[in-house]
């Protein structure tokens, strides 16, 4: 059965940084697209940034880039989320999630609802 399992989320002053992992396992087909996604209380879930694993491309957000980077190690089936001089805004749920089906297409051109199959989410707090 399909899986992904985020680590890495934790409390962390402003300016911090957090290492995110997600280990996928069990998909039949690969991934061709996996995505970093995150929820701030109150608010809707956003798109943090993503990878293409057919050509390593990636996309980050507008909110994120120069601070986050996105990037996998197919030997250890794992996507990380390097995120450098955090934020308060930056709190919230990170949600890791991966395309298996469909057009295969680089990931900057999939939108959040495409994506099949969802992590259960890490925690991450940015507060002094």
């Known amino acids: 059965q399909a899986q992904l399992v985020e680590s890495g989320g934790g409390l962390v002053q402003p300016g911090g940084s957090l290492r995110l992992s997600c280990r996928l396992s069990?998909?039949?087909?690969?991934?061709?697209?996996i995505g970093w996604f995150r929820q701030a209380p109150g608010k809707e879930r956003e798109g943090v940034a993503c990878?293409?694993?057919?050509?390593?491309?990636?996309h980050h957000s507008d909110s994120v880039t120069g601070r986050f980077t996105i990037s996998s190690d197919n030997a250890k089936n794992t996507v990380y989320l390097q995120m450098n001089s955090l934020k308060p805004e930056d709190t919230g749920v990170y949600y890791c999630?991966?395309?298996?089906?469909?057009?295969?297409?680089?990931?900057?051109?999939?939108?959040?609802?495409?994506?099949?199959?969802w992590g259960q989410g890490t925690q991450v707090t940015v507060s002094s």
């Open positions: 990878i293409s694993d057919f050509d390593g491309s990636t």
């Open positions: 999630a991966a395309l298996n089906y469909g057009l295969v297409r680089r990931c900057r051109s999939v939108s959040q609802a495409e994506y099949n199959h």
């Open positions: 069990g998909f039949t087909p690969v991934p061709y697209a």
